[in-house]
């Protein structure tokens, strides 16, 4: 049952989310952005969230809109699943702080104006994939009913994925491209405060890599490997940029404390694995067509969706 918070409560919540999201350039204090987070399980909704958030100086002040997108963006992975709701109406709102510190084209500006477009985006995704949590993680079997197991909605929700990824790899391009990449910047409060949103990026980004890869694997053995060639080079392009996504954080200090960088194999081998699943395909269309022939029933083992 929702807990109805009194006038001390929101003045105690209202005051977690100032020191949250102020204006010094300091990465985020995870503390606060607990309170936040709990907050959204106490009245089980994030109208109050919202209700305090939006009234903060985002529109004056470019750290405190940088801050806020990274607390909006915690608040939806892991505050209550009503958050995903309740903020759909706040995507106006953000769209108006991208456009506004957008204008300053490079640095917080260029780094604003691309995380409110991927929160946005992520949005977006929950709207038209309601199954998925905040924090994305589904088994293998939810998967497959969140698709309906339909080889058509497997195929769209890759796109949708890609789109999501893209956005995420937009995001890291900026932060790191406005660093300067000395190793010891990321050890700075100001070079924590642009870096610390990274880490629900690689979060996102990780899950997302995962079922790309399994849904890939599922479209290669029922599709022709022409109708996938679009998505084979956008996946190929995205997974070099997740590489060297993921090289750049594990090479710095401050993530190897706060989170586990996830292994990637190398590009030459993700490539042999496609080349395995076309084969497969052919394989198996050919024996379809022979008279007498044996139908594949499994591709061989690869690598990739061995390691997932």
Same mark, same amino acid.
């Given at each position: 049952?929702?807990?109805?918070?009194?006038?001390?409560?929101?003045?105690?919540?209202?005051?977690?989310?100032?020191?949250?999201?102020?204006?010094?350039?300091?990465?985020?204090?995870?503390?606060?952005?607990?309170?936040?987070?709990?907050?959204?399980?106490?009245?089980?909704?994030?109208?109050?969230?919202?209700?305090?958030?939006?009234?903060?100086?985002?529109?004056?002040?470019?750290?405190?809109?940088?801050?806020?997108?990274?607390?909006?963006?915690?608040?939806?992975?892991?505050?209550?699943?009503?958050?995903?709701?309740?903020?759909?109406?706040?995507?106006?709102?953000?769209?108006?702080?991208?456009?506004?510190?957008?204008?300053?084209?490079?640095?917080?500006?260029? *780094?604003? /104006? !691309?995380?409110? +477009? @991927?929160?946005?985006?992520? %949005?977006?995704? #929950? &709207?038209?994939?309601?199954?998925?949590?905040?924090?994305?993680?589904?088994?293998?079997?939810?998967?497959?009913?969140?698709?309906?197991?339909?080889?058509?909605?497997?195929?769209?929700?890759?796109?949708?994925?890609?789109?999501?990824?893209?956005?995420?790899?937009?995001?890291?391009?900026?932060?790191?491209?406005?660093?300067?990449?000395?190793?010891?910047?990321?050890?700075?409060?100001?070079?924590?405060?642009?870096?610390?949103?990274?880490?629900?990026?690689?979060?996102?980004?990780?899950?997302?890599?995962?079922?790309?890869?399994?849904? *890939?694997? /599922? !479209?290669?053995? +029922? @599709?022709?490997?022409?109708? %996938?060639?679009? #998505? &084979?080079?956008?996946?190929?392009?995205?997974?070099?940029?997740?590489?060297?996504?993921?090289?750049?954080?594990?090479?710095?200090?401050?993530?190897?404390?706060?989170?586990?960088?996830?292994?990637?194999?190398?590009?030459?081998?993700?490539?042999?694995?496609?080349?395995?699943?076309?084969?497969?395909?052919?394989?198996?269309?050919?024996?379809?067509?022979?008279?007498?022939?044996?139908?594949?029933?499994?591709?061989?083992?690869?690598?990739?969706?061995?390691?997932?």
């Amino acid at each position: 049952m929702a807990r109805e918070y009194s006038p001390r409560d929101l003045e105690k919540y209202a005051q977690a989310l100032q020191k949250a999201i102020n204006g010094n350039e300091t990465p985020v204090k995870q503390k606060h952005v607990r309170s936040a987070i709990i907050g959204t399980f106490h009245t089980q909704s994030a109208k109050v969230f919202w209700a305090y958030a939006l009234r903060l100086p985002s529109m004056d002040d470019r750290i405190v809109a940088w801050k806020l997108c990274h607390v909006v963006h915690k608040v939806l992975r892991e505050g209550h699943p009503l958050c995903l709701v309740d903020s759909q109406r706040h995507k106006k709102d953000l769209d108006a702080l991208g456009k506004l510190w957008g204008h300053l084209r490079e640095g917080y500006g260029r *780094m604003i /104006k !691309l995380y409110t +477009a @991927l929160l946005i985006n992520k %949005l977006e995704f #929950h &709207r038209r994939n309601p199954r998925f949590p905040g924090h994305l993680g589904v088994t293998a079997e939810e998967l497959e009913s969140i698709a309906g197991n339909d080889i058509n909605n497997y195929f769209e929700m890759t796109v949708e994925m890609f789109d999501y990824l893209d956005h995420i790899l937009e995001l890291q391009e900026a932060v790191f491209g406005s660093l300067n990449m000395a190793r010891s910047n990321s050890m700075t409060s100001a070079g924590q405060c642009r870096l610390a949103p990274l880490i629900p990026c690689i979060q996102d980004a990780s899950k997302l890599y995962d079922y790309c890869v399994k849904i *890939m694997f /599922k !479209l290669h053995m +029922a @599709l022709p490997p022409d109708t %996938l060639q679009g #998505h &084979r080079e956008r996946f190929l392009k995205q997974f070099r940029a997740l590489r060297k996504f993921y090289e750049s954080t594990s090479n710095l200090q401050y993530f190897k404390d706060l989170i586990a960088i996830p292994p990637l194999p190398e590009v030459s081998v993700m490539e042999e694995e496609l080349v395995t699943c076309i084969s497969f395909f052919e394989a198996k269309s050919s024996s379809e067509t022979s008279v007498g022939g044996a139908i594949p029933t499994a591709p061989p083992d690869p690598y990739i969706f061995n390691n997932l």
